[in-house]
């Protein structure tokens, strides 16, 4: 089983269009970051390979190259914003090699969303003509209830993005099978305030995926310090920043943080 970190950036990404700060002009290759997002993969209690992707952002094609993948069986969104949504249509390439349509989940926001930017995929009878479209199934989930596919169960944390409610997403195995010890996993990405009530699916966790967009003040994310404080409580075994900006140098920043955590970057894979 295995878990990669497509991309660790925020919504600009980096390096930002025309900047020239020393993160954007770095030669570090784990100062370049695409719009984050997330892949599960993990081989099931009958011996099939399995792959969930988590958000599917503007790079998703690059990123879907970069990883090598060939099959998708489904995507679990945690917001609707743009730089988590707008790769949607390039999906249609996994329907073309699987020969059927792909299970997509999110909230009743993040699904409404979705129908109305992508109407060309989900009402394609409205289309002018005919033409190669994604194939998809929608599911609407909330935190009242877990997901469990192929033997991974995904549970839902309610997390809130300034005013806005998002999903993270706590990741188990229950099939019985052996469970590498960076599980349980909890995606957190875009937070900026955890509800009283959804402390309880961050315990006992092996890792810790969390938002730590930069040092300054943000309205809708969690400053560095503010994440190196929330990763403190939970008191994961490991924890992982992304969604950074180009405020946060890689190396320099990584060196001044708890041992316990770092910055994840691009490519960073946990597991085999």
């Known amino acids: 089983m295995r878990f990669s970190f497509l991309g660790t950036g925020t919504s600009a ?3 930002c269009i025309g900047c020239s700060c020393a ?24 011996g099939r390979e399995r792959a969930v ?12 190259l970069a990883a090598g993948l060939t099959r998708l069986d489904a995507i679990l969104f945690t917001h609707n914003h743009v730089d988590h949504t707008f790769g949607l249509d390039e999906v249609r390439r996994f329907n073309a090699l699987q020969g059927g349509p792909i299970d997509v989940y999110g909230s009743a926001h993040t699904l409404e969303h979705l129908r109305r930017v992508y109407q060309h995929i989900f009402e394609p009878s ?11 199934i929608a599911h609407e989930i909330s935190s009242a209830e877990p997901v469990e596919l192929f033997g991974v169960r995904f549970t839902p944390i309610d997390l809130l993005h300034g005013r ?18 960076w599980l349980p996993l909890a995606y957190c990405t875009d937070v900026s305030a955890i509800p009283p009530g959804s402390w309880s699916r961050l315990s006992g966790l092996g890792t810790l995926v969390l938002d730590a967009l930069r040092p300054r003040q943000h309205p809708t994310h969690l400053t560095l310090d503010q994440a190196v404080s929330i990763a ?39 597991g085999d």
């Open 13 to 15: 990404g980096v390096p």
């Open 232 to 270: 403190g409580r939970v008191g994961a075994g490991r924890t992982y920043f992304v969604h950074m900006s180009h405020d946060l140098g890689h190396a320099e920043t990584n060196a001044a943080l708890p041992d316990s955590m770092a910055l994840a970057h691009d490519g960073l894979v946990l």
């Open 164 to 181: 806005l409610p998002v999903l993270g997403f706590r990741i188990e195995r229950v099939d019985g099978l052996v469970s590498p010890g």
């Open 53 to 64: 992707l988590i958000d599917a952002g503007p790079d998703l094609r690059q990123q879907m």
């Open 126 to 136: 409205l289309n002018i003509q005919k033409s190669f479209v994604a194939s998809l």
């Open 23 to 46: 993160v954007c002009t770095s030669d570090d290759p784990r100062d370049s970051r695409l719009r984050t997002s997330a892949l599960v993969q993990w081989t099931d209690a009958d």
